[in-house]
């Protein structure tokens, strides 16, 4: 390491004037004020987007709306407000709600914004939310969401304070000193007024580079009142010749925290996959509890009619009292799990709303048509599997040992049942926690050469020159200073640091292979477990569409086996055993087929998430991907 000064002194005997000190003192006011608080928010947010485009577009391909300031009017506060729910205080309401406490910086801010998303939405009754509509509410109104994009931009603000450290930095300083010497055979009393001003600058290879330009005042306020003037100027530049030398490990923290920004959009993007998916699973989950209120509903109905009907028939002597009673309980049993099926419901509605950042108490209630769109297709099935007859397929004993179970295979496939390997390649293309992982091996790699750096020896060489001299109290009956190249104290050292004692640096360098094989095995764990998400996401997707099969023929025969207790029934072959049987038995099949249904899109948004390919935009809202399109 090399250091060395260069100062100069300048001294001349000049009084200041009254406008000189006016002007001075306007100056040293101006640079007290400094900025405004609101203005360095705006220029550190104007920075801190900058990066954000920048990265963005490094981590995506793309540049899209970014930011952290959630509008004022949000569905939440909306809701609040337009329902009169219960609320503690104006933090509920948000922080532009707050009351300005004593010494607040900014007036007015965080201020009132519009621009929120679902705005067209009357709070004043019962809001319908339809499932794109939970994702763009999601997407304003999550309080997790707001904190993964409040990381993002702290790594952001991170890396603009890495390349603020090469940068130029300016400093300036003013001091007064008063002093009084009452020691000797009289009182000596003065003042020193000095002032400062100068740049500094890291260079990328180690070299600082540090210059100053000074001012004194010196005042004897006794014996006369002498004054005396200095200027100065100080350059001084230091540069590392062994440890610590070198671009690479100069710029190491710079090169980390370039990477930490695009490491958070690669988690950010992810965690809006998973968000959107999570979304989507929870509403169809309260979609599927309200289908089963409504079966629930209609076997209870059921039910009622069932225990009614048994009355008559043991008054008229065509069944006994003991059948009555068991369509009495059968029937109390029926208002019982109606009664379980609204409140869980209602429990997970509740849920949903905490989950999208709203108020479990808010009047909402989700689109029953989302999950009639997805029962269409399966009751189609139902209708084939309706014209099933009881006659099909007699099977004899000799037949029966013939008999060969197949496998469900993907003759039926949907869309998104795509051949492992191709859905394995998919996913390591555009799974981004494996491009984070991989880049993490790659930040070990450096961590490696950095650790092995600080093991060198360590030479500085320092020199030093000084030229002149300053003036104080003691000195202002000196004459004054003059510059003379020739006159001066000049000194240099040469101290070498031999590399004897580097136990703590042998210990960080034998961890950080440590911590480079085990970035190596995460990238192998993650390889093996998304490999088994794949294939698990395919083998659910295989189950849930073949469940769908079954349920739907199930149902059909539910169905039909009611109707047929029910005509057994009048004529007096049946018991009312047998029509209890049938009806728990349909009730059982139409909620097996709704949650089967459900299951089969969730598997097809999993697959998607689990191969990442589901887009999802700055909106919260998603694009789904199409095999057959790409």
Request: net charge negative; glycine share 6%; with cysteine.
């Amino acid at each position: 390491m090399i250091n060395f000064g260069y100062k100069t002194l300048i001294c001349r005997y000049l009084k200041p004037t009254r406008t000189s000190i006016v002007l001075a003192t306007l100056l040293i006011c101006y640079f007290l004020g400094g900025c405004s608080p609101a203005k360095y928010r705006e220029d550190i947010d104007k920075t801190a987007g900058q990066i954000l485009s920048e990265k963005q577009y490094q981590a995506t391909g793309k540049v899209g709306k970014f930011t952290i300031n959630r509008p004022s009017d949000i569905l939440r506060k909306r809701l609040l407000k337009g329902q009169n729910l219960p609320m503690t205080g104006p933090a509920s309401l948000g922080a532009e709600c707050l009351e300005e406490i004593e010494h607040w910086p900014e007036e007015g801010y965080p201020n009132v914004t519009t621009g929120g998303k679902i705005t067209n939405i009357d709070v004043n009754d019962r809001v319908a939310v339809t499932l794109v509509e939970a994702l763009q509410i999601g997407a304003y109104n999550s309080f997790e969401y707001q904190t993964r994009k409040e990381d993002i931009f702290q790594t952001a603000l991170n890396l603009e304070l890495e390349r603020d450290e090469f940068r130029n930095s300016f400093f300036a300083q003013i001091q007064n000193l008063v002093s009084t010497d009452t020691r000797g055979d009289r009182t000596v009393s003065g003042t020193v007024t000095s002032g400062s001003v100068g740049i500094s600058r890291r260079f990328m290879n180690g070299a600082e580079v540090t210059s100053a330009i000074g001012i004194d005042f010196a005042n004897l306020l006794t014996n006369g009142g002498e004054f005396s003037r200095g200027l100065s100027a100080d350059l001084s530049v230091t540069i590392p010749l062994l440890r610590g030398s070198g671009r690479h490990i100069v710029t190491e923290p710079l090169i980390q925290a370039e990477r930490n920004v695009i490491y958070a959009f690669w988690d950010f993007e992810q965690f809006k996959k998973d968000f959107a998916v999570d979304v989507a699973t929870n509403y169809l989950s309260v979609l599927q509890q309200l289908d089963q209120i409504q079966n629930s509903e209609a076997d209870y109905l059921s039910r009622i009619d069932t225990a009614r009907r048994s009355r008559r028939l043991s008054d008229a002597g065509r069944i006994k009292e003991i059948e009555v009673d068991q369509a009495v309980q059968q029937e109390l049993s029926a208002r019982q799990s109606w009664i379980r099926a609204i409140q869980s419901y209602k429990r997970q509605l509740d849920q949903f709303k905490i989950f999208l950042g709203l108020p479990p108490d808010a009047n909402i209630q989700l689109d029953p048509n989302e999950l009639k769109k997805l029962i269409g297709p399966a009751m189609q099935m139902i209708r084939q599997a309706e014209q099933i007859t009881s006659d099909e397929s007699a099977v004899t004993d000799e037949e029966q040992f013939l008999i060969q179970l197949m496998e469900p295979d993907y003759s039926n496939a949907g869309p998104y049942e795509i051949p492992e390997p191709n859905a394995i390649q998919l996913a390591f293309f555009n799974r981004l926690d494996l491009k984070r992982a991989e880049g993490q091996v790659y930040d070990a790699q450096r961590a490696v050469v950095v650790a092995a750096d600080a093991l060198r020896a360590e030479l500085t060489l320092l020199g030093d020159a000084s030229i002149g001299s300053t003036r104080g109290i003691g000195s202002t009956g000196l004459p004054n200073a003059t510059f003379v190249a020739n006159e001066g104290i000049f000194s240099s050292l040469v101290t070498l640091d031999l590399p004897l004692e580097r136990t703590l640096e042998a210990v960080n360098y034998r961890n950080s292979y440590i911590t480079l094989e085990r970035n190596v095995r995460d990238v192998q764990t993650l390889e093996d477990n998304i490999k088994f998400d794949i294939r698990n996401s395919l083998r659910n997707s295989l189950e849930a569409r073949e469940n769908m099969y079954i349920q739907a023929k199930a149902v059909a025969v539910a169905q039909k086996r009611v109707k047929s207790v029910n005509m057994f029934l009048d004529a007096g072959r049946a018991q009312i055993r047998d029509l209890l049987e049938a009806q728990d038995a349909l009730l059982s099949a139409q909620n097996a087929l709704t949650a089967a249904i459900v299951q089969y899109r969730i598997s097809e948004l999993n697959i998607q998430r689990d191969m990442g390919v589901l887009e999802v935009d700055e909106n919260g809202l998603w694009k789904e991907y199409f095999p057959e399109i790409n």
